[in-house]
């Protein structure tokens, strides 16, 4: 009989034991469907509690930054404002220099010449030491300064001699308008009138006798009309870069013109002569001009 039941136990299907294994197993981490779907859906659904941090700028620290822009400003205000473009013309010399309107300056000799271009758009100011000569853009206002007074631009073409205690003003077109520094009394100028300041203070009107579109110097002329000698003088010396020793105290007065195109001794016999003087020349381009001993 023991035979036969080891009989029976070997003719079993060997396949049917993993099946009986695992239908008897319970394992235990095994979910259902819906579990699974509802645990997934909650961590996609989870808020992201990540914490961001927000950086605060220190007080201090705003009011350096406030105070560094401040200090930007005000420098590149400055350089703007201060800025000056300077141009002298020395002896013997004639140039010209454009304004940051269009507008062109003629210099006599030994003329200084400053403005500032970067702030030309706020206040339009020229100042002068010397003579020049004017040619404005239509419709352009600015105003040259020099130390006895101020002319304002009101038309077009206009010829300034500031130099020491005198100051003449000459209108060749359009209009102007002289201001006194000090005393602040004013004068307007039509084309072909000359302002001349008086020692007294105001100014002296004069019409002139004939037209000129622009003063004798700029065709290399020098031209005078009753001016004192000793400025006539004068101006020899700066279109010829010499000294001109001249005696004290002298009263005569000039009219005439000389071409700058001769010898500067030509000029000083013909300038002596009429007023008893003589004239030699020293060491360099020193001249000593005094009265004639004949």
């Known amino acids: 009989m023991n035979q036969d039941n080891r009989h029976r136990d070997k003719n079993k299907d060997p396949n049917g034991l993993p099946d009986q294994i695992f239908s008897n197993a319970k394992i235990p981490w095994e979910k259902g469907k ?17 914490t961001v941090h927000v950086r605060h700028l220190h007080p201090n620290r705003q009011w350096l930054a406030l105070a560094a822009s401040l200090v930007l400003l005000l ?20 140039t010209s220099q454009q304004l ?10 030994e003329t200084h010449l400053s403005y500032h271009p970067y702030w030309w ?5 020229v100042k002068l030491e010397g003579e020049a000569f004017f040619h404005v853009e239509k419709g352009e206002k600015f105003k040259v300064h020099s130390s006895l007074a101020t002319t304002e631009v009101l038309g077009t073409t206009f010829n300034v001699f500031a130099r020491g205690k005198d100051y003449v003003v000459t209108c060749h077109t359009g ?20 302002g001349q ?92 001009v005094y009265p004639s001993t004949h």
Request: contains cysteine; negative net charge; glycine residues 6%.
């Open 175 to 194: 209009s102007v308008r002289l201001s006194e520094s000090l005393a602040g009394s004013t004068v307007i100028l039509s084309p072909n009138e000359r």
């Open 75 to 94: 420098s590149v205000s400055g350089f703007m404002r201060f800025y000056t473009v300077r141009t002298f013309c020395p002896q013997g010399v004639h």
């Open 34 to 50: 819906a579990e699974v779907w509802n645990d997934l859906e909650e961590k996609i659904t989870k808020e992201d509690h990540t």
């Open 100 to 109: 940051p309107n269009g507008s062109t300056v003629e210099l006599n000799a």
């Open 197 to 288: 300041m008086e020692t007294s203070g105001g100014f002296s009107v004069t019409k002139l006798e004939s037209a000129l579109s622009s003063p004798g110097w700029t065709d290399n002329l020098i031209m005078f009309s009753s001016a004192p000698l000793r400025l006539v003088f004068e101006e020899i010396e700066r279109q010829f870069g010499i000294v001109i020793e001249t005696p004290e105290g002298m009263q005569q007065v000039y009219s005439g013109n000389f071409s700058l195109d001769q010898a500067v001794e030509n000029i000083l016999s013909l300038l002596c002569l009429p007023f008893d003087l003589e004239y030699e020349r020293q060491t360099g381009n020193k001249y000593l």
């Open 121 to 125: 758009f706020i206040s339009r100011e």
